[in-house]
Structure formats: C-alpha cells, structure tokens
C-alpha cells in the first residue's frame, strides 16, 4: 500500500515561520516518515486508468497539471505531495521545509537514498538545475516560477529557494509542474520531452506506449520508497468519451475510471466498487479579455453580468452532470475558507435581464469566437444558446487537444472554456486573475487587484490572508471575470482489487489509487 504512515514535523519553527510554512496548505511545516509499526508486504496489482487528456510534453518545464498527472507525476517525483485523504501538503522528495521570518526564502531537505532511473543520484544540483532550468524556458511551468530570484545547493541534501517577496502559492506549485526533479545529465535531450529520465516510482515502456492514445509503465524496484508502492504495472488510456471508457471497463481493459451516473446500476457490485466526490473541480468560461481590448464588449461590466445571468447552472448540473456536482459562480472550492456560499445567488437565471444589460451597453448582436476542445464539447450548444438568448453570438473554432493551451493564451480569442481542477483556493485565484496568472494571458489588472494581490502577497500568516481572498473572491464574482458554471463532481468505478482513495480535491495522482485489503 501507498506510504500510510505518520507524519512528525521534521523542523521546529517560530512562531511566525510557522504560520508561513502552513499559508498555503494548511498542514505542518514540514515532516520526515516515521514508521508507526512494522509495514505490511504489498500485494503488487496492476492499475490501468482512464484519463481524458494525453501530456502535452514530459518535460519538466512544459508539465500541465490535471489527468496529465497520472503519467507525468509517475514518472517525474515532486518536491511535494498532497494527501489524497485531506488534501494538506505532505513531503515528497523534499522531507521538510522551512521559510524564513518573512517568506523570502524557502530551505528544502531532500531525502537520502533517491536515484534516477539511470541509477545518478538525485541531489540538491539537480533540483536546482531543473528549477532554474524551468523558470528560463518558456512553457507551462515558467510563469509558476516568476518570484523566484535563486536557487542554490548548499549541500547535497539542502536547496534554498529565494524570492522577491513572499508567494503564498509556492508551496502548492511544488506539489505539482514546479515542483518537478528533472535528471540535469539528460533533461535537455530530445528524449526529455517522451521518455525522460527521472526519480519517480515508474519508467515508460516506450515499445508498449502509443503516445497520445496509451501509456504503459512500470515499477522501479530501486525507488526510494518502492516497499509501499502498490502497483507492478500501470497503464493510463486516453479516453475522452464517457462510454469508449466505460465499455473498456466492462470489458476489463480498465480496473479504474469515472463513470456517468445513468450507468452506475449497470455495473456488477460485486465486481465494481462506487465512490462519489461531489466536487473536484470548477467548470467555468474564463472571460480573457477582461479589458476589452480587442473585444470591447468583453471589457464593459453589464455584458459580462449578462453573461453569466443567461446561464442555467441548474440545468446545466442536471443535463450535462448527471446531477453530480454543485451548480455555482465561485471558483473557489466549496470545502475551503474563502468560499461563500451567498454568492452562488449572484447571478440567478434571468436571460431577459441578461439581454437589457447587452442592449444598455449597446452590444447587441456582437459575435466571439472561442477554441472548441474536448473539454468543451459537450456544454457548446448549452452557451451557444445561453449567448443567444442575450442577443450574442458564439462561434466555436476547432482545436486540437495539444493546442488547446497555446490556443488559450494566444491572445487570438475572448473567451475560453475550461476545466480548473482544485489545487489551492490561493493559487487557483492566483491563477486566474493575478497579473501573470496563466488564467489572465491578456494580463488584465485594475486597481483593486493590484491592491488585494499586494497585500495578500505581504501577509505572511494564512489566517490574516483569508478576509483578503474573500475580498477577492466577492469582487471577481461582483465583476463577473468568468462565469462559472458548475462544480465537477466525479464517479469512480474500480475493480478487481482496486480501490479509489481520493478523499478531498487532490491532484490526478495514482496515489488516489490503492490496492484492497
């Protein structure tokens, strides 16, 4: 079984610092595995899961997080992990950490005994040569980096990250693309970017991977903790339609995979175990010209409010969810402090005041085109109609999936739907409406967001931070800079000894998997 063991907090800090290392996980400072009893033998399975998007690239510096972690993430290890159970961050690679009084520098302490597939050991140099390295290149991960001055080895074991202020979301970020160790002796090889050599629990079987469609895996025997790793193979299918996936369940080319709720009752319970999570994710329609700078009908106020009245949540829950989820106009997670469950009222169902609003700031029968993407399909005709009855036109402009990113932040288009899996409320709204956030390619900002993401960057203690991001939160709602739609539920069918361990809105990790008792 995965490592369930206890966690001690492996460094002691003051007060203040404290507080800083729990900013933005809400979980101890740092720990180090302490056995709470003699570990059990583990029972080796074989996992084959269904995901919906293949990686875009397996190199450090161009990661994106999502189902492409299932891969990505088996590979590469992160600095730090988040428990499938809570969602607080765990050690990963790195086995403590530590901030200094006011957050501009961050120590890590890798643990001993780690090697690269290749057999080179994974050390301080390393992590910062993939750090550095990303934070350079332009891709994915780079604009994660932006408040990171330097990063230095101070020994084998110690890497002291440095920042130009405080970045309440950097912890986070480590658990996922940033957090990435890439082997220095070949990460700027051309193999980097589809079969890379890297430290985590699995290697690629290149001669059984179908790049795009099927990735195949399997165990290194010589992972640093591969006593608790509990499976020998794994193997994730790219699987964008709902029933190819739960037809290959069936038919057991697959023992794990999110299943709609209409067919739940047709899977043997004997066979099939059935867990629920009511919200991993927020769909929403990001509004990328805030400022209306090409767009200028996306820059007024009311069309935006407009926008977001002429959709059903309701209907859109029920029609396209099956009923699995929570219809909302937040993107923050409905489990966290900042949420405020008042603003879900904000934009109640009302087209016909939608349309007055359109008609007031004199856009009536303004046009848009949007990327259409696998993640998009199936909500195109609910917007295109909800645009409509607002006296707006869609027009939905195909993009193929390894596209779909650039697409986004090409400064080509408006709008943009997606998909946001909960990482951190922080460095979800970070994402999205920060200066540089990858969410805000058009770079939008006003003097409210200057002020919120100013102060916010400066209180070092969660606790202080958490009036500021509902601040945040209730003016991005008030300004309607993306319509949300629904909170993305999940339902998992595992079988064959499988069981499905995702408790809070986590990564897409295999560590949400687990083998039965």
Not at 47 to 63: F, G, K, R, T
Not at 396 to 407: F, G, K, R
Not at 437 to 443: F, I, T, Y
Not at 460 to 480: K, S, T, W
Request: with cysteine.
């Amino acid at each position: 079984m995965w490592n369930t063991r206890k966690h001690r907090r492996g460094v002691v800090l003051p007060a203040a610092m404290l507080i800083t290392a729990l900013a933005v996980s809400g979980c101890a400072a740092g720990s180090d595995p302490e056995p709470a009893g003699t570990s059990a033998t583990v029972v080796e399975k074989d996992l084959a899961i269904a995901a919906v998007s293949a990686p875009n690239s397996l190199d450090p510096a161009q990661l994106v997080d999502g189902q492409q972690m299932f891969v990505w993430s088996s590979i590469l290890d992160t600095l730090l992990r988040k428990d499938p159970a809570t969602g607080e961050i765990i050690p990963g690679a790195a086995e403590s950490w530590e901030y200094n009084e006011d957050g501009t520098q961050l120590t890590l302490v890798l643990r001993e005994g780690m090697s690269f597939s290749s057999g080179d050991p994974v050390n301080a140099d390393a992590v910062v040569a993939t750090m550095l390295r990303s934070r350079e290149t332009a891709g994915n991960v780079q604009s994660r980096l932006a408040s990171v001055t330097d990063v230095v080895a101070e020994d084998d074991r110690t890497v002291v990250v440095s920042f130009d202020g405080f970045d309440p979301q950097f912890l986070d970020n480590l658990s996922s693309g940033p957090g990435a160790i890439g082997d220095p002796a070949t990460i700027d090889e051309e193999r980097t970017a589809t079969d890379p050599v890297g430290s985590g629990p699995f290697t690629l079987d290149t001669e059984k991977t179908v790049p795009g469609s099927s990735y195949v895996l399997v165990k290194r025997d010589d992972y640093w903790d591969a006593e608790n790793v509990p499976f020998k193979t794994l193997t994730v299918k790219v699987l964008q339609d709902q029933t190819a996936s739960f037809n290959a369940l069936q038919a057991g080319e697959l023992n794990a995979a999110t299943v709609q709720t209409q067919v739940v009752g047709q899977l043997d319970k004997e066979k099939f175990s059935i867990k629920q999570n009511d919200a991993v994710a927020t769909s929403f329609l990001n509004i990328l010209d805030r400022g209306g700078e090409k767009w200028p009908a996306l820059g007024d106020e009311k069309v935006r409010q407009a926008i977001n009245l002429a959709i059903d949540r309701d209907a859109v829950l029920k029609g396209l969810y099956s009923g699995v989820g929570i219809a909302t106009t937040q993107l923050v997670s409905p489990f966290g402090a900042i949420y405020d469950e008042s603003l879900n009222d904000e934009y109640e169902y009302d087209p016909e005041k939608g349309r007055e609003l359109v008609e007031e700031a004199g856009y009536a029968g303004e046009s848009f085109q949007i990327p259409s993407t696998f993640l998009s399909t199936t909500v195109e005709p609910v917007l295109t109609q909800a645009f409509a009855d607002i006296g707006l036109t869609l027009e939905w402009v195909t993009v193929p999936p390894q596209q779909a990113q650039s697409a986004a932040r090409s400064g080509d288009y408006g709008l943009y739907f997606q998909i946001l899996g909960f990482n951190a409320d922080s460095a979800d709204l970070a994402t999205t409406f920060a200066l540089d956030g990858v969410g805000n390619p058009r770079g939008y900002t006003d003097d409210t967001l200057d002020r919120l993401f100013s102060e916010i960057d400066s209180t070092v203690a969660f606790d202080d931070r958490v009036p500021l991001y509902q601040e945040l939160n209730e003016y991005v709602v008030d300004q309607a800079f993306v319509a949300p739609l629904v909170y993305v539920g999940a339902v998992w069918a595992t079988a064959d000894g499988i069981s499905y361990v995702g408790e809070a809105n986590t990564l897409s990790t295999i560590r949400q998997f687990d083998v039965t008792e």
